[in-house]
């Protein structure tokens, strides 16, 4: 099972930090990545990021270099951090177990954050 | 970045039906390809990964298939269940895309 956690409201031009916690199985098998997708209200889905169990990671190039994408696989958790928030960054953000041929299972339940002064 | 075209946008269909979604890559993706369903306040579900694997614990009403660049999810004998919004993505080449979704409503 994944959960994300983090704050509900972020203030414009601040980090927006995310953790999602991996339970029920080890991050470190080493045949997943880890992904974080969002979906802002009434909208689609968009991947963000995702990461390997050894630390490498890569992220959607839309999102301009403010993401980061790490884990810490003694504590069972993924974080997403991004700068520099703006209004169109109010989304609900999930984290995923990501395997081959588009295989993005299970997801944690979402948590919606907000960006607003 | 290669676009997930998706169509339609929204369909209306009844119990019973079959229905088919398909999905459009700007470029080849081989096989590279899910399906997703999503309900309201929920989270997205995986139902077929791999262009046409079905996930362990789906129906076998829902179908997948195609390559390279057309993708197709058939739903026979539609559930009420069924009725949710449905998303296709590839992860051939970063960044991964998702379709823009098709809303799948009772007529």
């Known amino acids: 099972q994944l959960q994300e956690s983090g704050p509900g409201l972020v203030r414009p031009s601040e980090t927006l930090s995310l953790t999602c916690t991996v339970s029920g199985g080890s991050i470190d098998t080493g045949d997943y990545y880890w992904a974080w997708i969002r979906q802002p209200p009434g909208k689609g889905l968009e991947w963000i990021g995702s990461?390997?169990?050894?630390?490498?990671?890569y992220s959607s190039p839309s999102l301009k270099g403010r993401v980061n994408v790490a884990v810490d696989t003694s504590k069972g958790q993924i974080f997403l951090t991004m700068t520099s928030v703006t209004a169109a960054d109010t989304a609900v953000y999930y984290c995923?177990?990501?395997?081959?041929?588009?295989?993005?299972?299970?997801w944690g339940q979402g948590t919606l954050v907000g960006v607003s002064s | 970045a290669i676009q997930m075209t998706q169509s339609p946008s929204s369909l209306s269909a009844s119990v019973g039906d079959s229905v088919t979604i398909t999905c459009r890559a700007s470029q080849g993706v081989r096989n590279d390809v899910g399906w997703y369903q999503q309900k309201p306040g929920k989270a997205p579900k995986l139902l077929i990964f791999a262009g046409s694997l079905l996930q362990p614990g789906v129906p076998s009403r829902f179908s997948g298939g195609g390559f390279d660049t057309d993708f197709t999810l058939t739903i026979s004998s539609l559930q009420p269940e069924d009725f949710a919004t449905y998303y296709c993505?590839?992860?051939?080449?970063?960044?991964?895309?998702f379709g823009q979704g098709t809303e799948l409503v009772i007529k």
């Open positions: 990461v390997y169990y050894d630390g490498s990671n």
């Open positions: 993505l590839q992860d051939y080449n970063r960044p991964y895309t």
């Open positions: 995923a177990r990501q395997g081959q041929g588009a295989y993005f299972d299970p």
